[in-house]
Each structure stands twice: as structure tokens, then as C-alpha cells.
């Protein structure tokens, strides 16, 4: 996973913290979000040390202090998610490592990982075991009592800027039964483009029916067909931004026809009023389309800190982004740089044209009304842009012209049934933070529909070394990949202190011969940041700690803990609850990590 985007508020909030974490031995991480007390600083042991009794002068060998970390570019395994669909919409599932190609920047790439992913493969990853007495391993998973953790985020998304009531009761509908296809390891969150409706990610079922009542239409504006003159947002642009003249005239008719009587002499004021009401149209539509921007960016922002699989389904019956594009161009960017895939949805279902009101027909006029009538057939058609866009530019789907939405709804936003999983690893990467393009092909040339995410963006060249590490640390952190370059084990180790409290001890036990010294003076020497994560049973980030030990072994103690391994401490007060632990650690001499999930099940 390369270098991931940082957010205003809550990704801004992670990296500042993660400034200070990774700079100061023993220093708390917190993160601002809603489901979280911001009010009691928690005390931890930051000690770090052999299991055994250090020896005379081994405080001087294995030690904490406050100092950032050295950084080298570690090029990381590019994974790239793959559904393949016939002709009829099936998932094809008998495709092997050798059926795929892979571009980068249309060069081929060697698929160095392979691996076919069902709800039976997912589901066998995301349990972790606690057993009765406490304690937990990732090493071992066959004890105890099973937890299923969360690996999937999927952020329902309702455009009720742009809804129509027929609009949201079709969609509520749908969503009830969306739920239904969710796997035990899916967290879904519901929000709106309006920002009034928020419901946090959780498996419970009931809570998201409730929170699809709070989804109704919240336009910014209000619009009739009986202004004098009626300019909708689509010819409006003609006139503000092409200075399409013919839009212009047609305006100006309407309004010489409902405002001046059709007087001729009127006519140079009824263009006035024209312009006046295209010109409002415009600012109106755009203020809409910005609103739900900002508030599609906080989903964005809020998904890409979930540690797993991130899916963004955006219900709307779509709008017009004419002067905006770059707005959208730059939300595919983002998501990109989260790995989230956005899926789209077309609210309206399948639907023909809006012809106008029969029984409430608009002030069209004999001499405006084919104009106006084609200005209301090309907006429908226009509004399907932005989401197609949005679908595309993350290697989502567009969902459109169907009536079936709620099996969209069960496409987008639940697990394929069967996906593939390429990795490579980018051959001569420039280090200049540039989008590069992917493409996955199959070589027996079938007219399969492949479904992938479009690209990546490199890493950048960072002049501190010290940021470049918190970076990637942090992206490691807000992952679910597992990463074995060093030799590393989890524990995890709790005791009830009362009936509403308990510490947590998670153990990061480290194998030294997979760990590369460096000698100096005599001395095997090394450091190793140790981070640690505790996430809740939804995946919000609870609480973590991040270590600096510093190493300079002398041969004889080198020799002994190559025998009995190496193990540091990290205790956390949390209150009864099923958490997820997220270990990452990073050595600096050679650049290598080591990530492992865990689970802990504290008993009320």
C-alpha cells in the first residue's frame, strides 16, 4: 500500500498525532472521532524489555528513548481486485493465475501474488480466537471462542440534495433489503450529501432500518415550472458558461411571453431577466453540487481511516457538474490514494424521459416548447455523468436504467462472490508521487466484463525522513494486510481490574535472527518502532501507543536472545468489549515491516 492521501480533519488528526508518537517513546495516539471520549488520557506502560531480567549493563544494550526513526523507500506489493462477469452479468470463477495480464502505464507487469477470494476465504481470515482465560494468539486460532472481525467497510451514501420524495421512498425500500446480503465481518455506515443523517458503521442491522427514516429530500433551493422565466440548471449552462445563444433566445421568449405580454418593445428586458434568471440558476445548482461535494469528501475522509476493505456506494439521481468537474476528478483521486471503491447508483431507476406535466404544464409557449422539452430530456441524460465518472475513476460499477435497485444495492455494496487478487510489485517506480494507470486484461481475449481499479499513485519523495515513516506506518496502521518481513508474533493478555474496567497487554514477541543489525563500535545495533492499534468491534480507532527501542547488543547478548526471542509490552486500559488489535513494526537498518491483526474479547 503506497503513500496515502491525508484529509482535513480526521486523517489530519491521525498524521499530527502520529508526529508526536512516533518522535516520543511511550506517547499516547488518539483519534477525533464521534464514537469516541476525547476526556481521559490513559496510562500505559512504555517500558520495553527482554522477557528475562536484563543482565549488568544491559539497560545500555536495549533501551527506549525519544527519537524518530530512519527511512529508506520500501516498495510495497500493488493489489489489485478483480470481478470478472460474462455476457449475462455472472461472476466467471474458473480463472487462474495465467488468464490475467496486468499494465502499468500500459508496460506488463509480472503478477508476483495470486489468490481467489469467496465468502468462505473471507470469512476464514476475519476470525480470530480469544480462550477462556484471557489471552490470545494470531499464531493460534484454533482455541476458544471465535471472533469475527470486521474486514469490510461499506459507506452508504444518499444524494437527498438532488432526491425526489418518489426518488427516497424508492431507494429506503431497496436498502431494507440491501442488508440482508451483509456477511458477519461487513460494517456498513449510512450518511446523506446533506450531512443531516449519519449513522456510524456497525453490524447491527435494526439501527441502519431505523436511520433509512431519516432519509428524505433536502434541497437547497426551491424550483417550480412556473417561474417567469423557468431556466433548470442544464440551459442555464448553456447560457452562463457556452454562451449558447439559441438557450439564451429560448429564455428570452419565455420570458417576453409571461412577463411583458409578448409586447416586442420588451424585448431587450425580457433578455435582461433572462440572463438574470440563468445567471441565478447556475449559482443555485452549483452552491447544490458543492454542498454535496463537501459532504461527500467527509465520507470519503471518515472511510479511508476504516482498517480493511473500503467501499463507497453513492445513491443519486445524479447532477450536473459542468463548472465542477475538476471537483469530481479530484474525488476520484482521493478515493484512489484511500483504495476505495466507489460504486454508483442511479436513484431513479429505470425511467423514461420527463416530458413535463400534462396536467400542470409549465409556461412553454408554442414557439419554446420543443426547445424545452429537449432541455429536460438532455438534463436526465446529463446527470448520469458525474456518477458514471465517479464509478469508473475508482474501478466501480454504475448501476442505471434498471428497476431492480435493491439487487444493485446487493452488487454494490455487498462482497462479490468470488473476486481475484493480483499483486505486483511496480518494476523501476519512480519515486514522484505520479498516477500511474492499470489495466487487467485476460489472454484468452473472451468478452468477459472486468471490474478493477483504474490505477495508483507512487510514492512521493520526502525531504524528512522521519515524516516519510510516520507515513507509512500510518498506512500500515489503517490496514488489514498482512506483512511478514521481520519475524514477527501477537499475544494478547488481559485481567479484569473491575466490573467496568481492564488492562490489556499486547505482546510483540520478535524473532532475532530475521532482524538485520548493523555493526557499530563493536555492537549489533538497530531500532524498531512499535506501533499498536486498538480498533473496536466496528473498526473505529480507539486508542494506540507507539515505542522506540533501540538496540546495541553486545555479540554474547545478541547470541542469547537469538535463542529466546525478544518480547516488548504495550498495556492499554479499555472497558469490557470485543476489540481488534492492529501491530505493525518497522526496523530502520533494513527498511522492513511486519503487520498482524488479533482480536481480544473482554467479558462483561
Not at 74 to 87: F, I, K, Q, T
Amino acid at each position: 500500500m503506497f503513500h496515502s492521501l491525508l484529509f482535513p480533519g480526521f486523517r489530519r488528526t491521525i498524521l499530527l498525532v502520529f508526529a508526536c508518537c512516533l518522535s516520543v517513546s511511550g506517547s499516547r495516539l488518539y483519534a477525533q472521532t464521534p464514537a469516541l471520549p476525547q476526556d481521559a488520557p490513559l496510562k500505559t506502560d512504555s517500558t520495553a524489555k527482554p522477557p528475562s531480567a536484563p543482565a549488568a549493563g544491559q539497560n545500555e544494550e536495549v533501551s527506549s528513548r525519544d527519537t524518530p526513526t530512519t527511512f529508506k523507500v520500501r516498495v510495497n506489493l500493488v493489489l489489485v481486485r478483480v470481478v470478472v462477469r460474462d455476457s449475462q452479468g455472472k461472476i466467471v470463477s474458473n480463472l487462474k493465475k495465467e488468464d490475467f495480464q496486468l499494465f502499468d502505464n500500459r508496460k506488463l507487469q509480472t503478477i508476483s501474488s495470486f489468490s481467489v477470494e469467496t465468502p468462505e476465504t473471507r470469512t476464514a481470515s476475519a476470525v480470530a480466537s480469544t480462550d477462556a482465560e484471557g489471552s490470545s494468539s494470531s499464531a493460534d486460532a484454533a482455541v476458544g471462542k471465535s471472533v469475527v472481525l470486521p474486514q469490510r467497510f461499506v459507506s452508504m451514501v444518499f444524494d437527498d440534495v438532488h432526491l425526489s420524495m418518489a426518488d427516497a421512498a424508492f431507494v429506503r425500500d431497496s436498502a431494507t433489503r440491501f442488508f440482508e446480503a451483509l456477511a458477519a465481518s461487513d460494517r456498513v455506515s449510512l450518511n446523506t450529501t446533506s450531512g443531516q443523517l449519519t449513522q456510524e458503521f456497525t453490524d447491527d442491522h435494526n439501527k441502519l432500518a431505523e436511520a433509512l427514516f431519516g432519509i428524505l429530500p433536502r434541497s437547497l433551493t426551491s424550483h417550480n415550472s412556473h417561474e417567469c422565466p423557468d431556466v433548470g440548471y442544464y440551459q442555464a449552462d448553456l447560457i452562463v458558461n457556452k454562451s449558447d445563444q439559441q438557450a439564451l433566445g429560448v429564455a428570452t421568449e419565455e420570458a417576453l411571453q409571461c412577463a411583458f405580454n409578448a409586447d416586442p418593445r420588451m424585448r431587450a428586458a425580457a433578455q435582461n431577466l433572462a440572463q438574470v434568471a440563468a445567471d441565478r440558476a447556475v449559482a443555485q445548482g452549483d452552491d447544490e453540487t458543492e454542498y454535496a461535494y463537501r459532504h461527500l469528501e467527509d465520507v470519503v475522509r471518515r472511510l479511508a481511516s476504516m482498517p480493511g476493505q473500503r467501499v463507497l456506494v453513492l445513491v443519486s439521481p445524479g447532477f450536473i457538474a459542468s463548472t465542477l468537474q475538476s471537483e469530481a476528478s479530484e474525488m476520484v483521486d482521493r478515493a484512489t490514494r484511500a483504495n476505495i471503491v466507489i460504486n454508483t447508483i442511479d436513484a431513479r431507476g429505470l425511467y423514461t424521459p420527463d416530458m413535463g406535466d400534462i396536467a400542470d404544464p409549465p409556461n412553454d409557449t408554442i414557439r419554446t416548447a420543443g426547445f424545452k422539452t429537449s432541455y429536460r430530456v438532455s438534463t436526465q441524460v446529463a446527470q448520469e455523468d458525474v456518477l458514471a465518472q465517479l464509478a469508473d475513476g475508482t474501478g466501480g460499477k454504475f448501476f442505471h436504467n434498471r428497476n431492480d435497485v435493491d439487487e444493485a444495492m446487493r452488487e454494490a455494496g455487498a462482497a462479490p462472490a468470488l473476486s481475484y487478487l493480483l499483486g505486483f510489485a511496480p518494476q523501476n517506480l519512480k519515486i514522484d508521487g505520479r498516477f500511474h494507470m492499470l489495466k487487467v486484461a485476460l489472454t484468452n481475449k473472451q468478452k468477459f466484463e472486468i471490474q478493477a481499479r483504474h490505477g495508483y499513485f507512487a510514492p512521493k519523495t520526502l525531504t524528512d525522513p522521519a515524516e516519510a515513516t510516520k507515513l507509512e506506518m500510518q498506512e500500515a496502521l489503517f490496514s488489514q494486510e498482512e506483512i511478514r518481513d521481520l519475524p514477527v508474533e501477537l499475544q494478547t493478555q488481559f485481567f479484569k481490574k473491575d466490573e467496568v474496567q481492564a488492562r490489556l497487554a499486547v505482546l510483540t514477541r520478535l524473532d532475532v535472527k530475521g532482524i538485520h543489525f548493523q555493526k557499530v563500535r563493536g555492537r549489533n545495533n538497530d531500532q524498531l518502532t512499535i506501533v499498536t492499534g486498538i480498533f473496536d468491534e466496528n473498526g473505529n480507532f480507539v486508542t494506540g501507543l507507539s515505542k522506540v527501542v533501540e538496540m546495541n547488543l553486545l555479540d554474547t547478548t545478541y547470541t542469547r536472545l537469538s535463542r529466546s526471542g525478544f518480547t516488548v509490552k504495550t498495556s492499554f486500559d479499555l472497558k469490557p468489549g470485543t476489540y481488534l488489535v492492529r501491530l505493525v513494526v518497522r526496523d530502520a537498518v533494513g527498511a522492513q515491516m511486519a503487520a498482524r491483526n488479533g482480536a481480544v474479547v473482554i467479558p462483561y
